[in-house]
């Protein structure tokens, strides 16, 4: 039989651990660089020792960052698709997609040694994603909501392309300029 006091511990464990992914993700998103372990602990508001107990290495955090944020990203695509009409769905999807782009910035390094590795696939990270994508242009197209004409794959290009451009681009072109943009192209066209 568990004791209360071992319940509480696991449950505070569980609230440090969901901190810390929180404030990693949200600390990688905003950084241009690899952000260091020690801040991550100290805007947590947790110990460094209990950072490292949780995920032992800079590697293990990024993983866990990662795929948390795929995880999202999958299962958000159902959650917006519940929520919201199917077109509505896909441009609130693209901020989340936007999102995991950006927390990419703080831990590129990192994440490109654990591709390189084999830690963390690649192709399943796309065949999730281009499965999210699908789910919502499947219930666009039934719906009449979304063109039938497009593929998972070519929004993938043209939600890399419009994050990349407008990264680089400055303040000058936005990338929720362009994903309104992306989104009118993807609705239904009239008869020519």
Do not use: C
């Amino acid at each position: 039989m568990t004791s209360p006091r071992s319940r509480a511990t696991r449950a505070d464990a569980a609230r440090n651990r969901e901190q810390l992914l929180e404030v990693a993700t949200r600390m990688l998103a905003s950084a241009d660089a690899e952000t260091s372990m020690r801040a991550i602990a100290r805007e947590a508001g947790v110990g460094i020792a209990t950072l490292y107990r949780h995920f032992p290495t800079r590697e293990s955090l990024v993983e866990a960052v990662y795929s948390d944020q795929v995880v999202r990203l999958t299962n958000g695509a159902e959650d917006l698709l519940a929520a919201e009409t199917p077109a509505v769905a896909m441009r609130r999807w693209m901020d989340l997609f936007g999102n995991w782009i950006a927390t990419k910035n703080g831990m590129l390094d990192t994440l490109l040694t654990l591709i390189e590795s084999g830690a963390v696939g690649h192709a399943q990270t796309r065949d999730n994603l281009l499965n999210a994508i699908s789910t919502i242009l499947d219930a666009g197209r039934a719906a009449g909501d979304l063109r039938p004409d497009v593929t998972a794959e070519e929004i993938a290009a043209s939600l890399i392309g419009i994050f990349t451009v407008a990264h680089q681009s400055g303040p000058a072109v936005t990338a929720d300029r362009l994903l309104d943009i992306l989104l009118d192209g993807l609705r239904p066209q009239g008869p020519r």
